[in-house]
Nanobody
Framework: QVQLAESGGGSVQTGGSLRLSCAAY????????MAWFRQAPGKEREGFAA??????????DYADSVKGRFTIYQDNTKNTLYLQMNSLKPEDTAMYYC??????????????????WGQGTQVTVSS
């Protein structure tokens, strides 16, 4: 069993920054991919950042919508996943979810491939 818990959401103005955290508990050694998804009202849940945690290289992938603004990374213990968000825009407003799974090819951002999910944390960006 794996449990995930996001934190760090909140309200910021356009251009501001936030750092989200995702704490992982349980059999985390089974996890090889972790990712961030988000869902805005009336829209489908979309993945936008992923990291391969099954090796030391920790390759990352980003959707074009966040590339250059967001950074996904882990601490050295691999127990906490982070998302550094800079230059936030109103269109970034959404519920943000941490997700994890085994396997590889994390950069596909496929929701159905992720078995473990956090409860979500709200990010609101105002003008």
């Amino acid at each position: 069993q794996v449990q995930l818990a996001e934190s760090g959401g909140g309200s910021v103005q356009t251009g501001g920054s936030l750092r989200l955290s995702c704490a992982a508990y349980g059999y985390t050694y089974m996890i090889t991919c972790m990712a961030w998804f988000r869902q805005a009202p009336g829209k489908e849940r979309e993945g936008f950042a992923a990291i391969y945690t099954g090796g030391d290289k920790r390759d990352t992938d980003y959707a074009d919508s966040v590339k250059g603004r967001f950074t996904i990374y882990q601490d050295n213990t691999k127990n906490t996943l982070y998302l550094q968000m800079n230059s936030l825009k109103p269109e970034d407003t959404a519920m943000y979810y941490c997700a994890a799974r085994s396997g590889s090819y994390c950069g596909r951002f496929l929701q159905y491939e992720y078995r473990y999910w956090g409860q979500g944390t709200q990010v609101t960006v105002s003008s």
